[in-house]
């Protein structure tokens, strides 16, 4: 009988070991269309799917008559910055992008740097914090992306803080984990009309507006 084998099992060479690919995300239109945007794995990043920002950007396409060279982006929560950057692709004037993680918002500064995108600044800072501050901004923004984490609230807290920030015409995208009615909207969306709402899978988004402006 032969003595079990002392030899132990050669060892897998260091570069072997493929670390897992990272998702990603694509720009789908404009001068960046099919650049891939990095998505980090972190607590509450969800970016906005392929087939709710092909829906989204046509709704404003057609609201702005396919003129982005004027529009003024805030793009709060910006996670991957596929929101803003879809937006400055397009050929929006100024996206401002807000984002709290550390990791995130250096991946939107590579992203930034990549695309040469200079309409777009970067600020890293809690939303809320940012808002209470941009008083000063009024008026400003004529988009606004607002996408949050689930299930914490934010929406209650941010959209009557959007309302000074967004110009007279301005429209206010919005995507929550439930559904918006017109008939039946919630006291925190008071003096905001919905103008387009729509479902992808567990995705609720939504157009809004001032109450009193657009047609």
Not at 4 to 21: M, Q, R
Request: proline share 7%; glycine share 6%.
């Amino acid at each position: 009988m032969k003595k079990p084998s002392s030899k132990k099992p050669p060892k897998t060479p260091v570069h072997a070991i493929k670390p897992p690919l990272a998702r990603q995300v694509r720009i789908i239109g404009g001068a960046w269309k099919r650049t891939p945007l990095a998505v980090l794995d972190s607590e509450g990043l969800r970016p906005t799917p392929d087939r709710v920002r092909e829906t989204l950007f046509n709704w404003l396409s057609h609201l702005l008559d396919g003129n982005w060279s004027t529009v003024r982006c805030l793009d709060l929560f910006a996670g991957t910055g596929v929101l803003g950057f879809e937006a400055a692709s397009r050929g929006a004037l100024e996206v401002t992008m807000i984002e709290h993680n550390t990791p995130a918002a250096r991946q939107l500064e590579a992203t930034k740097t990549k695309l040469d995108a200079s309409q777009v600044r970067i600020l890293r800072s809690d939303a809320l914090t940012w808002l209470s501050k941009a008083g000063i901004e009024a008026a400003r923004f004529d988009l606004i992306f607002l996408d949050p984490p689930y299930q914490q609230g934010w929406l209650e807290k941010v959209l009557p803080l959007c309302q000074g920030l967004l110009a007279a015409h301005g429209l206010l995208y919005l995507e929550s984990e439930f559904a918006l009615q017109e008939d039946d909207l919630p006291p925190w969306l008071s003096g905001w009309q919905l103008l387009r709402a729509d479902k992808a899978g567990i995705v609720f988004y939504h157009l809004l507006k001032k109450q009193g402006h657009y047609s």
